[in-house]
């Protein structure tokens, strides 16, 4: 025999019985080895609690919160706190020029002082013409007119120390201080800056008054009333829910968006984000109704309709199923038919799977081999030399 022809003859018999060989069918080698899963690859199909409702949109916001604005006009000469820094009630934050207010101080002080002579003075007048009128020794008119002169100084006294009240007011508010305890936030000026009267300056908040200013829909608003629950996430803690109860409904609807505001207390004070303005959404629970469920990530979508991988014994079979809404507070889908309660799916399908696939779990194939699941293996013998 031609020994190339044998050498060829050895080969192919080697290529198919590896599953090589050109009658090699692929899929059906793939068939013959199972699919290893583990528990954690699988889905419990389970009847849950969904809520139903209107959904409600805003953010979280302080409810203890000061915009603080310059109610004098000056140049900014001191900032003593940043943004983020803790400030407890009464401490600086800035400091204002007080050089032309404390010269209109030290002018109404001295105009107080003169009118104070003044009167002083015009007083002792009306008292001696007043004695000497007993006497008959003045006439009236010159008591009248010392009176008059009396009431005058008077005047001018008074005049000139609500000048001072007001001058000593000003030379307060170029101090800006906290007006209660919080944390600094959204400094508008810098030192150096002019301010005038009403511009915004610094803003304080609580962090630990933080509550979910939300709006919802006004047709939903016959539905909704105080003390119910709303479940939502806010943007930036995603991993987590939050829940909370309405206190009290803002009684007339935005003139632009005829949402009505809604005021939602957190349930419990560990719950509160500490950052204000935060985006957050959310269901506010008007009704709850039992339903199975099934994460997005089990569900396969095709043009044909909506299936999902589930497993029967040891086999994977592709059902189709009926899906309906989305759960906007959880994300999972609620199944109307296709499986039943207990049914296990597989939770992340890939496009290489096929109907009717062997599946081995971890656990069993563990035993399989004689290996404890987080146990490692014993390493070989030595031997001996």
């Known amino acids: ?225 105080a003390g119910q629950t709303v479940r939502f996430r806010v943007h930036g803690y995603a991993q987590q829910e939050f829940t909370g109860h309405i206190t009290r409904l803002n009684p007339a609807a935005n003139v632009t968006t005829r949402q009505i505001e809604v005021i939602v207390a957190f349930s419990g004070v560990e719950q509160e984000p500490r950052l204000a303005g935060l985006y957050a959404e959310g269901r506010v629970e008007t009704g709850s109704t039992a339903a199975l469920t099934l994460p997005a990530t089990a569900l396969v979508q095709e043009n044909t309709g909506s299936f999902a991988w589930r497993l029967q014994g040891d086999v994977l079979h592709k059902v189709a199923l009926d899906v309906g809404a989305r759960d906007a507070r959880t994300g999972d889908y609620v199944l109307k038919g296709g499986v039943a309660e207990g049914d296990r799916l597989l939770r992340y399908p890939n496009t290489t799977l096929h109907d009717g696939q062997k599946v081995q779990l971890k656990a069993a194939a563990d035993a399989a081999t004689g290996e404890q699941p987080g146990k490692p293996q014993s390493p070989p013998a030595k031997t001996a030399s």
Do not use: W
Request: some cysteine; aromatic content about 2%.
């Open 1 to 225: 025999m031609n020994p190339r022809l044998l050498l060829l003859m050895v080969l192919a018999a080697v290529l198919a019985g590896c599953g090589k060989g050109p009658g090699a069918d692929p899929a059906a080698a793939a068939a013959k080895s199972p699919l290893l899963l583990s528990p954690e690859d699988l889905h419990t199909v389970r009847s849950n609690a969904l809520s139903t409702g209107p959904s409600i949109t805003g953010s979280v916001q302080p409810e203890r919160r000061a915009d603080l604005r310059a109610e004098v006009p000056a140049v900014v000469l001191q900032v003593l706190k940043e943004n983020g820094e803790p400030v407890k009630r009464g401490d600086l934050i800035l400091r204002l020029d007080d050089t032309a207010i404390r010269e209109n101080l030290n002018s109404a002080q001295a105009s107080t002082s003169s009118a104070g002579r003044a009167y002083e003075q015009a007083e002792r007048q009306f008292q001696r013409l007043t004695q000497l009128r007993a006497s008959n020794l003045v006439s009236t008119q010159d008591l009248e007119d010392s009176e008059v002169r009396r009431n005058n100084a008077q005047s001018d006294l008074e005049a000139a120390k609500s000048r001072v009240a007001v001058a000593r007011q000003q030379l307060q508010r170029t101090e800006v201080r906290a007006p209660f305890d919080g944390i600094v936030g959204d400094r508008q000026v810098s030192a150096g800056d002019t301010v005038q009267i009403g511009m915004e300056l610094v803003k304080v908040i609580d962090p630990t008054s933080m509550r979910f200013e939300g709006l919802v829909s006004a047709d939903s608003i016959g539905d909704i009333r």
